[in-house]
């Protein structure tokens, strides 16, 4: 369940759509490949499924009459500490924003973006980041 939780609620908003949305869809578009942003487009949707399933998974276990306060405990333990290693990850990646000639979007705006879709997710469930 943990590896479940870290990588759908934690590493694919801070790391996952970071890379894929916020650095391949733009440099592709800014080069004029139109087969990179189809196959992305593919894997968001998958993505968007499994975050629908986990967040239903999460919320049910997080608001268990009897276990639930101490569920909500272990999660929140979980996003500290898969959010520092996503964290470490997602600035990691940085660089690469600097390479391609064409830059449509900075890493900062990118990564903002990246922390506002976490909030998001974190609020339905209940959980802080």
């Not at 479940?4 to 800014?30: C, D, K, T, W």
């Not at 268990?64 to 520092?84: M, S």
């Not at 600035?91 to 390479?99: A, E, N, T, V």
């Not at 990564?111 to 976490?118: D, L, W």
């Amino acid at each position: 369940l943990e590896q479940y939780f870290a990588i759908n609620i934690v590493f694919e908003p801070l790391v996952g759509e970071l890379f894929r949305s916020g650095f391949l869809m733009q440099a592709a578009a800014a080069n004029h490949d139109f087969v990179t942003p189809a196959v992305i487009s593919s894997a968001e949707a998958d993505y968007e499924r499994n975050l629908a399933n986990t967040i239903d998974l999460i919320y049910l276990l997080a608001n268990d009459e009897k276990h639930g306060a101490a569920n909500r405990k272990l999660f929140q333990g979980w996003v500290k500490k898969h959010g520092a290693l996503a964290d470490k990850a997602a600035l990691g990646l940085q660089p690469i924003w600097s390479m391609p000639h064409s830059k449509p979007i900075s890493f900062p705006d990118v990564r903002a973006q990246s922390e506002e879709r976490i909030g998001q997710i974190l609020n339905e469930l209940g959980l802080t980041r």
